[in-house]
Structures are given as structure tokens and as C-alpha cells.
């Protein structure tokens, strides 16, 4: 059972490599404070849009965008010309009502 799982891991690997060397990008990898995309496998020049995950927000001057580029070395990757950040969100909402609650000691 044990060699099985070896093998399986062995295989998935290979894979991997084969797919990113034929012109292929796989799942991103995931930036700080972003949520899963799609386990699809993109093509060299497909763009795609991370997102931040809940309670975060694009920091200002930074890109959701992704695109699958060729390397030099020929194998295929995800690039970013403006890297994404997201940063925490503000507790309150501008324009939404807020309850504040004092509780005696």
C-alpha cells in the first residue's frame, strides 16, 4: 500500500512536468489572503482573475489579472506585471449604519 501512494505521488509529478513543458499552465499557485481558482489547466496566453478572499480587498496599484506565458526555457508559467496584495478591509462600511452596544461594569 505504501509503494502505491509513492507511485501515485511519482506519477502526479510527472505529469505535472509534462503538462507545464508542452505549453500548459496548471493551477496558480495562491497569494497571501486569496482564495482558490480553478484546477483547470490554462493554456499559454489565457488570462484569469485571482480574487481576495473575504474581508480583503485589491490593495490600490496591484493586479487580479494572471496571464499563462512561455519561459525562456520553453515551459509555461503564470505571470503578473503588477503582483496582487490583498489587504484587510475597513471593519465599517462607509454609507451602512453601525450599532454601538456600552455595557455597564
Not at 17 to 25: E, K, P, W, Y
Amino acid at each position: 500500500m505504501h509503494m502505491l501512494v509513492k507511485l501515485i505521488f511519482i506519477t502526479a509529478a510527472y505529469m505535472h512536468n509534462i503538462a507545464r513543458a508542452s505549453g500548459v499552465c496548471g493551477k496558480p499557485e495562491l497569494a497571501e489572503n486569496t482564495v482558490p481558482v480553478s484546477d483547470l489547466l490554462h493554456n499559454i496566453g489565457a488570462s484569469i482573475r485571482i480574487q481576495c478572499a473575504k474581508g480583503y480587498v485589491r490593495k490600490a496599484g496591484t493586479s487580479s489579472l494572471i496571464r499563462c506565458t512561455q519561459q525562456q526555457n520553453h515551459n509555461a508559467s503564470w505571470h503578473s506585471e503588477l503582483p496582487l496584495k490583498c489587504i484587510r478591509t475597513n471593519s465599517y462600511l462607509v454609507g451602512k449604519d453601525s450599532t454601538f452596544f456600552c455595557f455597564p461594569n
